[in-house]
Structures are given as C-alpha cells and as structure tokens.
C-alpha cells in the first residue's frame, strides 16, 4: 500500500483510500491511499465529466470514517446531498447554510454588497458591522444614525438585499455545529452567488479561528467543488488564507474545478497534493505548467490521462507522481449530468407498470 502526502512515518496513522496504481497495461496494481493525518491543501481539476466531483467525494467518505477530523463541504450544485442519505450509514448531514452576521468582518461586508469602504454607504456599513452582531442590529444602527441621508439611503438599502438572501441568522453556523463529529454538506444549490460567497466566506473564517483559537481540538477540512466561482468575490481572501496560511493552525483545504485558470495562482502553487483529471484547455494547462514541480519533467498536456475516472497525482510531499485509478463510490454519486435516455426508460417503466396495474 502506498500512502501519498506522507514522507515516512507509522504505519497505523489515518489513511483515506483513493484507488489503485494503473499499470500500463490497463490492469490493477498496489493500493493507494491519501494521508489524513495531518492538514494539506488540495486541488482537484478535471474537465466536466472526468471525475472531479467523484473525485472529492470518494476523499469525502475516507474522511467520515478518520477520527480527530470534521470534514465541510462547499456544495453550489447539489452533488454531495446524497452523502447525508440514512443508507449510506455515514455520519454527515446535510444543512440549508446560514451564518452569523458577524463570521463575516466589516471588509467582508463591504465587499459582498459591492461597496468601497472609503464611500459614504460603504463607511456606514463598515462601521455597523465593527459595532453590530448580527444583521438586524446593523440595520437599526445605519437608521438611527447621524450620516448624511442618501448614505443612510443606499446602505441601508444594501442591508435589505443582503437580509434577503435569507442566509444570516443569530443562531447560524458556528464552531460547534461546523466542527462536530460528522460530515456538514453546505447546500448552496438555491443560493445565488454573492449569498453563496458570504456562506463560504463565513463558513472559512469560522474554522480557521476556531483552530487559532483553541475552541476545537478537530482537525477542520474544508473542501469546495466548482471552486472558481467562489475565488474572486468575498470568500476570496478567507480561502486565501486558508491555503497560505492554514495548514499551521491545522485546517485543510481543498479547491475542486474544471478551471484551474480561473483560480489564484497563489492555490495552484500553495497545493502540496494535486489530483489532475483530464484536461483540453490550453490557459487550464498553462496554469498547472506554469506552478508545476521541478520533479514533474513530463508535459501535462501528454501527461494527464484522458480515461475517466483516471488522475495524476502529484504529491510534493515525496516529489513523486503517480497515475491513479480512483476507486468506486460507496455512497451514491450525485455529480451526473442528467440524460434524455434515462427519461425516456423511466417513462417506459412507469408505462409498463401502469398497464400491469390496469391488467
């Protein structure tokens, strides 16, 4: 059994299994498994049908079965519902995320209602959120305010649209829920982006400071599927820290996309393990080649494999890289594009069903 992430080290330390060595010949080889021991940043990156998401879910199950870790999983396109299902017999759950009010700081604010802090609306947020806890206070307090009235105005106006999201409440997401024995499935599919981008903004900043803080002795993961649309809007910064900085307190984090041109390059080379699918496009390439490793002398673009299912693994902690066939999922797969075929034979058996009913 190879163990990637992992220098040396004893053997019985937590190990999530993610496939087996394909040989050249197609066959099965050794075992494969992912260290989840200690903290790693990850990126997984594949063109849309490769096995990105399958990908992230397959390291998801190791992860509700290791002790000592609390797995989160960002979910805008509801692939990882399924995890939480009373048959699979994984301890996970799935939550409609909302968040407090004050997880987020007054930058934050003024970044996912779109204002310059330097600006007569923007101050004024900026300055509810440093005195308010939670959104209904912040509102009472831009009101009641002396500043000017159009300023007043506009943030309060601001305030209004972010209430709507419907994702802040008093007794939102915190240490305790977020950092628990179970795997926390944050359901963003009826979210539109910037409410999305508070959750996960918040949902970063309460994991990172509940480790630097010592209010958790739970090594947090936080894993994103479809990660590049949340990295230029206000969960930006949090997850920057996260990857630069995270590993330190204790906390990993993981970036899934099918763009990884779209990404920082600050993720693509604080990565210590890339798991690369198959990819087309010349940018998503150019920006793995131009982060890659000094080890890995193969051009990517011959060196990723292009069979689904079948990834790259770079790991810098060994400099080594291996082709990995990932192995099959225990829990339903909830990543799959829908099909006209499989309508039309539900269609057929419900048909056939009703006719057998009828005779």
């Known amino acids: 059994m190879v163990v990637i992430g992992r220098e040396t080290g004893r053997g019985d330390r937590p190990v999530a299994p993610l496939g087996r060595y394909r040989a050249r010949d197609g066959s099965h080889g050794a075992r494969v498994t992912l260290d989840v021991d200690r903290p790693h940043v990850g990126l997984v990156v594949g063109k849309r ?3 990105k998401t399958y990908t992230l879910g397959v390291l998801l199950e190791g992860l509700a079965t290791t002790e000592g870790v609390t797995p989160v999983v960002a979910d805008p396109m509801g692939a990882f519902g399924a995890l939480a299902g009373s048959e699979t017999g994984l301890n996970a759950r799935r939550v409609d995320p909302t968040v407090r009010a004050d997880s987020l700081g ?7 209602l779109n204002l310059a802090p330097d ?35 506009a943030a309060a106006n601001h305030l209004a649209l972010a209430a709507s999201w419907g994702v802040f409440d008093p007794d ?33 900043s309460v994991l990172y400071d509940a480790r630097v803080a010592d209010a958790t002795d739970r090594l947090p993961w936080l894993l994103v599927d479809e990660a590049h649309a949340f990295t230029d809007g206000v969960a930006s910064r949090p997850l920057r820290r996260l990857v630069t900085r995270g590993r330190q307190p204790g906390v990993s984090c993981w970036l899934a996309t099918q763009r990884p041109s779209a990404l920082p390059a600050v993720a693509v080379s604080q990565a210590d393990l890339l798991v690369a699918h198959h990819l087309t496009s010349r940018a998503d390439l150019d920006a793995l080649s131009a982060a890659r490793p000094t080890y890995l ?16 693994v770079v790991d810098d902690a060994t400099e080594s890289t291996h082709t990995v066939r990932i192995r099959e999922r225990e829990t339903p797969h909830g990543g799959e594009s829908p099909r006209a075929s499989a309508v039309a034979v539900g269609r057929d058996r419900a048909s056939a069903s009703s006719a057998a009913n009828h005779n």
């Open 49 to 51: 049908g490769t096995g």
């Open 297 to 312: 002398t193969e051009e990517l673009a011959t060196g990723l494999p292009a069979e689904t299912g079948t990834a790259l």
């Open 106 to 112: 007054p930058r934050q604010w003024c970044t996912v």
């Open 172 to 204: 939102g997401l915190g240490v305790r829920r977020l950092c628990a024995d179970e795997v926390t499935v944050l359901d963003m599919t009826g979210l539109d982006s910037e409410a999305a981008g508070a959750v996960l903004a918040a949902v970063a």
């Open 119 to 153: 600006g007569g609306a923007g101050a004024l947020v900026w300055r509810a959120a440093s005195e308010c806890a939670t959104l209904a206070a912040m509102r009472e307090w831009v009101t009641a305010s002396d500043a000017d009235a159009s300023a007043r105005r």
